[in-house]
């Protein structure tokens, strides 16, 4: 490129792509760092001369005269002045004075007394990178081309720009690219090879006769090589001197060989850049930044609102409502210059006249080869308070949707700028190839965000909201999800209020992942709490799990821990089926022990006994349950995990959330977990004996007069005479229909005082009594509908001996125990 051949011999020999070039190197400050031979040449001064001189002083600025230039018989006054300044876009001296960031090119006349006007040809890139290099400015003489390019009597072209072309459009891409070090013949290889690799990113230096024929400028190109063919208007006939000029058939049919290859080098090459995760917002910026700058200077990319929120499919075609939200803009202007006029996250619909909404009804890219002042002020009224209008006149814009499934997800907005090649029939198909790989994409990333989203709220609805504050214990509760790619998995945890103010606490595993195993907790995890309700012991309670898992299938496999906690007679009742076992933390010394419980068969195994196991507690200890996924580590005995489970769980804290939060801290950090974990924890509080009062009533419905005196006293002695009313009347109404059902034995009534106050009456009928429509007439139910309307919850379950019916009303604040 920077060819020895001396001025004076214009057009003895020189084709197109062998022209001479001149080499500057411009630094930070604007000064000259590199000045090639071919520069003092087209130019004049010499390198020693040029090197640390203003740049501006010595190239083709628009308008400027080059000062102080040094004296000799080649620097006349009024030497360099550049004119006639051709409208290619910025001039030179934007560039070098920092105002672009993308490459420039252009054309000008300089003018010299005494020697003939020269037309420069030049090319501007900017440059980033740790050395001082901040742009590199290639320049021609255009007298250097084939006279044949230039008379067009010949049947040559009248307009030679300069341009920009990826050098993989042209045949010899390889060797184009391991010459261009040899521009620089002065730099070390690092550098040279840096600059080099940013020429070929940004694009390569063409010269372009017609808008598909293009000459790219490369040091021993033997033969003009063009980028695509001159454009013949239809009825023209054959141009016998383009015909003359034309390549061989074959080599015709290499260039476009060429050119299709490129292209699906390039397709190929987006398509392993986007797609790298199932992250539907990573996806998103995948897709817009993988076309800017190689095929675009601007990409902004749309989406549907089903889309973005990982809905179903749309449904139906979109339309002038459809809202479409702003996802992402890439972009090389300067930083910060798109985002207060297009901000990403707005939402906005487009008015049927416009490219967008022809794109997203149609599912075809538009192509507009430049906006208009017409059509950039009709888009413009779209942006309330804000004129896009400078970003987008005068620009090239490619319009291409996003499909998958014939079904438009959203659509990408593609612009260049003005000084760039406009997008092209080629460039359309190209577009169109990129978004139909694109769609496929955002619709799998969609697909995922949806299932996640169905896994997640399959999840949540299968594990209850357990309360964290019930009569005699405090509850906390973790659950984490498994390896991301199964989500919904079988562990749960629930607890369950039973009669006498006692509690259920259960933790359970379904062994496997998915959907099954998720459908396969919620089937066991409703027996539970059906069979808790009939107040089962816990190893019978496990028993009755074990037959119906095996009534329901032998892939029905699952662990379980149930426990029931008697708060007022301080004391657990645990059974165990193949479950990991609990850790119980002493309130009194703060120590945590593993609870040895005889392990048992997972449920589902069958023919395996269970037992009970009855353990002592005091107000303040801690019971912690979790699944194997919080201990267990592939690859590391479980005896590790559970010795840091107690030892985590010993750990104070200050509330039950941050004792949970500690406990997964210290087991979840230690990775290879997959599995997903349920955990736990209670503070059994106890109920103190002076809260709870307790009366035997005979079957006789005089015994429900003295009810009412029973529980009025005793309030008055708690200091609660402003509930006495309401309790009395409900205490009427509930104590009347155990004496009228039961049999043979006493009435037992129960008040404890607590969060609330918890009334239970049992009897020895095993009739649950049930809400029941009470006509005008009717002499009874209406006893459960007054308890119904004015208890804060009320309950009815079947004991060993008979039922219990139960109700909690709320306390004054200054009532309530203190724990």
Known sequence: MDSGTPPTLPRQSAVAGRIPLAVIVVDGDGLVSHWSTGARRLFGPAREEAVGRSALDLLPVSGALCQDAPAGPEFDEGYAAYEGYDEFGPGLDASLNGLTSYPTAGRATLSDPGRARLDVLWWAYPLVGPGPERLLVLAASAAQLHAEHLDPERGGVERIAPGFALHTEFQGAEELAGRLPEILPSMSVGESSRIVSQVLELGYPVLEFSQHDRVPVTPDWGVPRRAGRPAVRP?????????????????????????????????????????????????????????????????????????????????GPPDETTLWHRVAVEHVDEPGRWDDVVPVGESMPFPAHTPFFQCMTSGDPVLVPRISEQMGTAIASQFEKRDIRPLINGRSMLVVPLKARNVVLGFMILLRHAERAVFNDM??????????????????????????????????????????????????????????????????????????SRIALV??????????????????????????????????????????????????????LYAVYDPIEGELLLANAGHVPPVLVRASDGRSELLELPTGAPIGVGGVPFETVRVRVEPGDRLVMCTDGLVEVRGEDIGVGLATLCESAAHPAASMDDACDTIIRALNTRGGRKDDVALLMARLNGIAREDVAEWRLAIDAREVSRARRLVADQLGEWELAEVAETVELLISEVVTNAVRHAHSHQVRLRMVRAETLRCEVVDDDHTLPMLTHAGPLDESGRGLRVVSRLAREWGTSRTAEGKTVWFEVPLPRRGRTRR
């Not at 060429?258 to 390039?266: D, K, Q, S, T």
């Not at 986007?274 to 996806?283: E, K, M, N, P, Y």
């Not at 459908?519 to 496990?542: C, S």
């Open 427 to 500: 460039d359309r198909v190209t577009g169109a190839e990129l978004a139909a790989r694109a769609g496929l994409v955002l619709d799998n990333a969609r697909m995922y965000t949806y299932q996640e989203s169905v896994a997640d709220t399959l999840q949540d609805s299968m594990l209850p909201q357990v309360t964290p504050r019930m009569t005699g214990c405090d509850t906390a509760t973790r659950y984490l999800p498994g390896t991301l790619l199964g989500r919904v998995g079988g562990d749960w945890f629930d607890s369950v209020k039973l009669p006498g």
């Open 235 to 315: 009825g023209d006939g054959p141009d016998p001197v383009a015909a003359e000029r034309a390549p061989a058939p074959g080599f015709e049919q290499d260039l476009e060989y060429a050119a299709v290859r490129e292209r699906l080098e390039f397709l190929n090459e987006v398509s392993g850049r986007i797609g790298s995760s199932l992250d539907l917002a990573r996806t998103i910026h995948e897709v817009s930044a993988a076309v800017v700058p190689r095929f675009t200077d601007v990409a902004g990319t749309y989406l549907r609102e089903q889309v973005i929120a990982g809905e179903g499919f749309p449904d």
């Open 507 to 560: 933790v359970g595993d379904v062994m496997g992942h998915g959907l099954n195993s998720a459908a396969m907790m919620g089937q066991l995890r409703t027996a539970v709490q059906t069979m808790a309700g009939l107040d089962l012991p816990p190893a019978q309670l496990l028993r009755n799990l074990d037959d119906l898992a095996q009534r329901l299938g032998e892939h029905y496999l699952a662990t379980c």
